[in-house]
Every structure is written in structure tokens, then in C-alpha cells.
């Protein structure tokens, strides 16, 4: 109630600092937001990529329907495999007709078929990475009458490593001006602790407790961290809507990464007061 | 009550400003520190008070001890020990009977009841009409009883008056003085520091304490009757 009160007044005791750090609070924070929004959407596009990754096996001509069989049973046991199909000699020929029409005639005057018949390995989500691909793909070359077992090594590897790079570099900057924001509201409290410490050490001398002085700056802290990171969402959120409207098709960000970074904001606040108040509790 | 046990204060580069200080207060008295400008008398309430540790030996308060006492438990000792101060410290921009309730304030004590508590104490000290008086437009008089009543609202059992007559002229000094001795007849310890000698002689009944530069030259409890 006091704490409440209290931290409200030094909202209109110094509305220029508090308005200005709350400001500051908010772009530093629109910065994290405008990263959470891009890996937000970078992590949508991997996703949509990733669904393609699956092993493909091709078959010898002369293998036996009934080895076939078996390698697709033993295929589709494993834990990471949704799915397995079996595309035949003609079925091949078929897709390539359709998906290269270029080519078609060339596969039609043909007499022979080229192309090979196949087991398509799909895996379940979250399970497409480089080690199970692989790890699928060997056990099906182990195989006497698998010609081959491919998955695109290389761009699923590529994949993964933008994946991390993408994680990484937004945990990086984030944190980074996370931190930006929680020294600028360090520092205005810092100033307004300042201009009120000879109130505090009266407060002392008084009898008040530590946590009682502590409270309304903390949550002084806290609410300036709050307003700061309400004010990045909305930047944000307008950023979103522009970029939606005049540049291309975007997803906006989960509501729970929202409501992760306000509490956010108003946690890393109220830290940084209690750290900026420390010093003058101890005194006396 | 308040027991001093050997107590020396010194300050890097200023020497002592108390040096071996032995003294015990019990229960129910009334004393006046006394010495000249400087002999260290502020210096023994700030330690009292435990705003200052000391340097050597050891100042005990009720229950607490300047060697243990931790700052975070401070306030217990400042809730039992009302401290009137030499440069009163009070909140400028606010008025007298915001100043008073301040101590009532920061000690968790219900809205309602901290208007009507300040304002009887400010009628304690006489100053009933300026209570609503922000604290530039008081005078230096004004100013002190204003600070007395902050340090008697909070019911302590144990009062550090710090010259708190010095700005008040005969009339209100007498009104001070009777209402510390009413509050001590009803149990409160007074531990008054003054620099008018003319005060305590009208006071004979209190013990007495004097300093000088420092080390603790008179105490009427102690010394010859003859010899003072
Ligand atoms: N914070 C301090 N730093 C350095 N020296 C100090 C400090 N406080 C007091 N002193 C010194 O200690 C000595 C005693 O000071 P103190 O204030 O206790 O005197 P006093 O008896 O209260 O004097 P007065 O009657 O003028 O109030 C003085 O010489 C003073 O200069
Ligand atoms: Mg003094």
C-alpha cells in the first residue's frame, strides 16, 4: 500500500527521468522484440523445410519383393520413422513425368525405365536431424540389394547450423539488451535513490525495516521495466503490421513469448533496483 | 539500560573524539551529558543510537550490543530509542505533522491512526497550530520541537535528546522539560545532551555527566559529593 503509493509518487515527482527511462527501457526492449519476432519466423521457415527431410533408399532392379518387405518392416521399427513408402520402378516414372515435364518425352521413347525403385524413410517431427537421418540411412546400406541410401547430408547439416545460429544469436543480443535495458533503469533509480537518500537515511534513524525502504523502489524499478517492456510490444507489434501489410506475410509471435518478456521486464526492473539501493541500506 | 564499556571513537586523521568512556544508565533515569563545544557529546548519542560503531569497547542498548547488533536489525534498536537530533533532521517540502507521522509511517502503523498520534504530540510540545506548516516556514524553535515529537511518537523506552533546547527560549524550554520528566515518571529512560549549565541546576534530581575532550571527567553517580 505505502510501497505502492510511494512508487507512484516518484513517477510524478520525476516524470521527465522515469518517462525517459521508460523509454529507453522500450526500444532497448523493441531491439529483443524485433529479434524474437525474426527467429520467430526463421524457425517457421525451417520447420516448413525440415517436414522434407527423409531418407530415400534406392533398390537394386533384381531385389526380391520379399527382402523388400523386410528391410521396409525393419525401417518403419524404428522410433524416429513415421512412415515408410515404397515407390516402384513405374511409380518413379510416373512422378518424373510429372514433375519434369521437360524430360517426359525423353523417359517415354525410352524403352528401358532408368530409374530405380525406392523406400521413402519419412521421420517424425523433431526427429529430423543430421544423426537420425544418418543413422537410418546406414542401417538401410548395410543392405546387399540397396543400391544406395541418401538424405542430402549436406543441406540438412546447413540446415541445423542456421537453426543454432539463429538460437545463439538471438539469446546473445537479447540478453545483451536485456542487460542495456536493466542498467537504464539501474541508473535512473540510481539517480532518484540519489536525490532521496537523505530521506532514506531518515528512514533509518527512524525505524524503518530495510525491506520497507526497499519496496517502493523495487517496485518503482519493476513497473518502469513493465511500462518499458509493454511499450516494445507495441513497437513491435506495429513493426509487425507494417511489415505485414506493405512487405510480405509474417506470423506474429506466440502471446506466451509476450507475456515471458513483460514479466521479464518488470523482474529485470525490480533487480536492478535492488541492486542500486543495496549500497545505501548498508550505511549506518 | 544504556551501558558503555570502555568506549573510544576515533576518526582517520581527527584522533579521538571520546576515549575511554565508561558509563551504566539503568532503568527509570534522567541524565544530562554536559561539556563544552566539541568534548564529544553528540559523538556518545550517535553511539547510542548505534548510527556510528565504536572504535574500541562496547555500547550496550536494552538488549542489543554494538557487537553484535547487525545492520538489518537495526531498526528494532531505533523503535526503542527516540533520537532527538542536534541538526534535527527533518523532511524539508513536508509539513510538521507529516514529519511527525513519518516515524509512525515508516514503522507500518495504520493511516488512521498516525494523523490523530502526530497531532497530539505536536500539541505536546506546543505547536498545536503550525502543524500543518511546511517545514521552511518554521523557525529554528519551531523546527526542534517539531523533532522532539517524532522522537516521543513512537513510544520509545529510551529518549537521546541532543541539545534539544538549544533554540527554545525559557518558556518553551520548561514546557520541554516537564514533559520529559512527566514521560520519564512513567518509565522512560532520558539521556539529555546540553551545554547549559544553568538547565541542569535547575534539574539537581538528575544524574549528571560531564565530558571533556573526549573522556568522561563528572559523574554524579559515581564521584564525590564533596569534591563537586
Ligand atoms: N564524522 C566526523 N568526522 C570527523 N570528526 C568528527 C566527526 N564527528 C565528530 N567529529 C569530531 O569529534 C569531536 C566531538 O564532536 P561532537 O559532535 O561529539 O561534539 P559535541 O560535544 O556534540 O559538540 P557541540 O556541543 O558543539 O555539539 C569534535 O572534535 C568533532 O570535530
Ligand atoms: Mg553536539
Request: with cysteine; net charge neutral; aromatic share 8%.
Amino acid at each position: 500500500m505505502y510501497a505502492m503509493r510511494e512508487a507512484l509518487a516518484a513517477f510524478r515527482r520525476a516524470p521527465v527521468l522515469t518517462g525517459l527511462s521508460s523509454g529507453m527501457v522500450g526500444l532497448a526492449l523493441f531491439v529483443v522484440g524485433l529479434f524474437s519476432l525474426s527467429t520467430y519466423n526463421l524457425q517457421i521457415a525451417l520447420s516448413a523445410i525440415e517436414e522434407r527431410v527423409e531418407v530415400v533408399v534406392y533398390l537394386r532392379d533384381d531385389a526380391r519383393q520379399s527382402e523388400i518387405d523386410h528391410l521396409l518392416g525393419e525401417l518403419a521399427a524404428f522410433e524416429e520413422v513415421s512412415q515408410v513408402n515404397y515407390v516402384s520402378k513405374r511409380d518413379a516414372l510416373e512422378r518424373a513425368q510429372r514433375d519434369l515435364p521437360e524430360f517426359g518425352q525423353l523417359f517415354i521413347e525410352s524403352e528401358v525405365n532408368p530409374l530405380p525403385q525406392s523406400l521413402e524413410v519419412e521421420l517424425r517431427p523433431g526427429n529430423r536431424t543430421p544423426d537420425v537421418v544418418e543413422q537410418v540411412a546406414s542401417s538401410a546400406r548395410n543392405y546387399p540389394f540397396v543400391e544406395d541410401a541418401l538424405y542430402g547430408e549436406e543441406w540438412v547439416d546447413r540446415l541445423f547450423a542456421l537453426r543454432r545460429i539463429g538460437f545463439a544469436s538471438t539469446a546473445v543480443l537479447g540478453l545483451a539488451f536485456a542487460m542495456v535495458a536493466a542498467l537504464i533503469i539501474g541508473t535512473a533509480l540510481r539517480i532518484a535513490i540519489f536525490a532521496r537518500r537523505d530521506e532514506i537515511y531518515i528512514m533509518r534513524l527512524v525505524g524503518a525495516r530495510n525491506g520497507f525502504i526497499r519496496r517502493p523502489f523495487l517496485l518503482e524499478g519493476a513497473l518502469a521495466g513493465l511500462v518499458g517492456a509493454v511499450l516494445a510490444a507495441a513497437l513491435t507489434y506495429s513493426t509487425y503490421r507494417m511489415v505485414y501489410a506493405y512487405l510480405f506475410e509474417v506470423a506474429w509471435i506466440p502471446g506466451s513469448w509476450v507475456g515471458i518478456g513483460l514479466l521479464a521486464g518488470a523482474l529485470f526492473g525490480a533487480c536492478s533496483s535492488a541492486v542500486a539501493i543495496r549500497r545505501h541500506l548498508r550505511e549506518v | 539500560m544504556i551501558e558503555l564499556t570502555h568506549v573510544s571513537k576515533e576518526y582517520p586523521k581527527r584522533g579521538y573524539a571520546l576515549h575511554d568512556v565508561s558509563f551504566h544508565i539503568k532503568k527509570g533515569e534522567f541524565a544530562f551529558l554536559t561539556g563544552h563545544s566539541g568534548s564529544g557529546k553528540s559523538t556518545t548519542m550517535r553511539l547510542i543510537h548505534m548510527a556510528e560503531r565504536p572504535t574500541r569497547g562496547e555500547v550496550r542498548v536494552a538488549a542489543f550490543s554494538s557487537e553484535r547488533v547487525t545492520e538489518r536489525d537495526l531498526w528494532k534498536v531505533r523503535r526503542r530509542v527516540g533520537m532527538v537530533f542536534q541538526d534535527f533532521r527533518l523532511l524539508p517540502g513536508r509539513t510538521a505533522v507529516e514529519n511527525v507521522g513519518f516515524a509512525l509511517e515508516v514503522t507500518g502503523t495504520p493511516q488512521k491512526a498516525i494523523q490523530s498520534r502526530a497531532n497530539r504530540l505536536l500539541t505536546q510540545v506546543g505547536l498545536a497550530s503550525k502543524a500543518g506548516a511546511r517545514v521552511e516556514e518554521l523557525s529554528g524553535g519551531e523546527r526542534q520541537r517539531v523533532a522532539i515529537a517524532r522522537a516521543l511518537v513512537n513510544d520509545p523506552y529510551i529518549l537521546l535528546a541532543d541539545e534539544p533546547t538549544g533554540n527554545l527560549d525559557d518558556r518553551a524550554t520548561r514546557g520541554i522539560m516537564d514533559l520529559f520528566w512527566d514521560l520519564n515518571a512513567r518509565g522512560m529512560v532520558v539521556l539529555m545532551a546540553t551545554h547549559d549549565l544553568e538547565l541542569t541546576r535547575r534539574h539537581p534530581h538528575a544524574r549528571f555527566f560531564e565530558l571533556d575532550q573526549g573522556k568522561l571527567v563528572y559523574d554524579s553517580a559515581t564521584a564525590d559529593p564533596v569534591a563537586s
